[in-house]
Structure formats: structure tokens, C-alpha cells
């Protein structure tokens, strides 16, 4: 069973930077890549940046020059670097890992931007 653990959500003021990490486990058949998406209040679920399996980077408009995401294949893990925050970046953050038959998800961080 494939299991997603995000972590290093908060509090932060605006201008400042949070990392995101995804921690992996299970047995993964078919991976075609992973991603971070995010949901805030009243919103639909929205694309913040995914990684293909070639290492293959992609990022949603508001966040493109701010956000940086990466990934340890020797750690099975997927982060994701925030810089420059602003307060409408706030909202719970949810890993995503896509495979050919499947998505999984974990169970989101919140991430809160203070003016």
C-alpha cells in the first residue's frame, strides 16, 4: 500500500520561506511522476509543481521563480522549496504521486502566510 506523509507546514510572514517534504512508502508500479498540489477555502485544488520521472519539472503560473520542487529517489522523497510567500499562497498542501493505473494522496500540511 503506497503511502504519502507530507510535513514542514506553519506559520510564516509574508516574504518568508517554508520547505515542504513528502515522505514515500510502499510498492510503486508504473510511477509517471509526482507533485504538490494546494486547496484553500472556498477553492478548487490547484497545481503547484510536479516532477516526472525524468526529472522533468512543471509549476503553476503563481508560483513559477518562487517555488523550486525536487526530488531524492535514494530517500523516497519529494520537496518542495517556497520562497517569497505571500499570503495567497496560504492553504492546505497535499502531495500527489501518479502511476499509470493510480493517483495516491497524503494527508496535507497547512501553510498559513501572514501580511
Known amino acids: 500500500q503506497v503511502q504519502l506523509v507530507e510535513s514542514g507546514g506553519g506559520l510564516v510572514q509574508a516574504g518568508g520561506s517554508l520547505r515542504l517534504s513528502c515522505a514515500v512508502s510502499g510498492s510503486i508500479f508504473g510511477l509517471i511522476g509526482m507533485g504538490w498540489y494546494r486547496q484553500a477555502p472556498g477553492k478548487q485544488r490547484e497545481l503547484v509543481a510536479g516532477?516526472?520521472?525524468?526529472?522533468?519539472?512543471l509549476y503553476g503560473d503563481s508560483v513559477k521563480g518562487r517555488f523550486t520542487i525536487s526530488r531524492d529517489n535514494a530517500k523516497n522523497t519529494v520537496s518542495l522549496q517556497m520562497n517569497s510567500l505571500k499570503p495567497e499562497d496560504t492553504a492546505v498542501y497535499y502531495c500527489?504521486?501518479?502511476?499509470?493505473?493510480?493517483?495516491?494522496w497524503g494527508q496535507g500540511t497547512q501553510v498559513t502566510v501572514s501580511s
Open positions: 516532477i516526472g520521472n525524468s526529472g522533468n519539472t
Open positions: 500527489n504521486l501518479k502511476t499509470v493505473v493510480s493517483q495516491f
